[in-house]
């Protein structure tokens, strides 16, 4: 027994020192399941990249993706970033009139979009504010003011209710010192109208009323209202105050939105209401400015005060009417803000978009 057990042991032995050069070769590293597993030491002598997965295939190597895939390190994550959020476009730049030199009569069609706000400037240095644009445009027409150093309004004219033409006039009453305040004896219910004449009695002031024939106190011009001549009702655009002023042999007419009715009745009244420059009524409505007040004006200059809209202003009919009379026509939706310059003889014109025709 003890002999077999000893010609066993050396049996094993013989084999283990047989297999010695084999085990000393061959791949190490735990195979898995599939059969295969990763060198890691004399990959080189058997055609491999150190870590690279391979099956033994009969004394080679065969290399293959694994079923499992090597776990790897979890990738580090960016930190999160803030969203941020979108950028609005932003508003483009307020063109603004040149500031022309004192000594002259001076108008300024602002261009408020699809609304009226002009402003006078006597050659004695003295402001008049005709209406002041929507209520978004409070704002620029205060920028405007200030860019051609006003400070005091000697007067400001409210033609009529309507928000277009008043919703910035209470960013102009808070911003600058405004002496009297002109307007018809109108009045509306929306909040934008009632802005206004808290704004009003907040400075101190109280309401002129605009009737025909009532004078601005001026140096050196002539400033006389020739319209509202009856009352209108709820027409709100025919009550709109009228606007004449006069220097030396030049002269300007403001219309406001004033329509048929009260063009009509200021033909029938024998007011004279010839100039050389009309602020066409209405934004060139065809409501506005029809072809008798066209004749009795003759107007050799139209300045139309109008922005992007869904109303056909101006329109076709009434540019065409101008054209007929060879007026120049200028807008503020083409030309951006329109300066006049009288010096009681000749007009001259600038616009802020240039060109001039």
Known sequence: MNMIKKTSVSLFLSIILIMLPLIANAHPGR?????GHYCRTNCAKWGLENGEYHYHNGGGSTT???ATPKPTAKPTQKPETKRSEPTATPAPALLLPKK???GTLQVYYFDVGQGDSTLIRTPKNQYIL???G?????????????SLGVKTLDAMVATHPDADHIGGLDDVLKAVDVKA??????SHTTETYKDFLT???NEGRTIKPVTKGVTIPLTGINAKFLAPVNTYS???NDWSAVLKVTYKNNSFLFTGDAELKSENDMLADGLDLKADVLKVGHHGSSSSTSKPFIDAVKPKYAVISVGKNNYGHPDSGILSRLKNINATIFRTDQKGSITAVSDGNKITFTTTKGGLK
């Open 100 to 102: 022309q030199n004192v």
């Open 31 to 35: 195979t898995d399941s599939n059969g």
């Open 234 to 236: 709820d027409d709100l």
């Open 199 to 201: 704004a009003v009695k």
């Open 64 to 66: 293959t993706t694994p």
């Open 130 to 132: 005709i209406d002041g």
């Open 134 to 146: 929507n209520n978004n445009q409070g704002k620029n027409v205060v920028k405007y003011l200030e």
């Open 181 to 186: 305040v002109y307007a018809p004896k109108v």
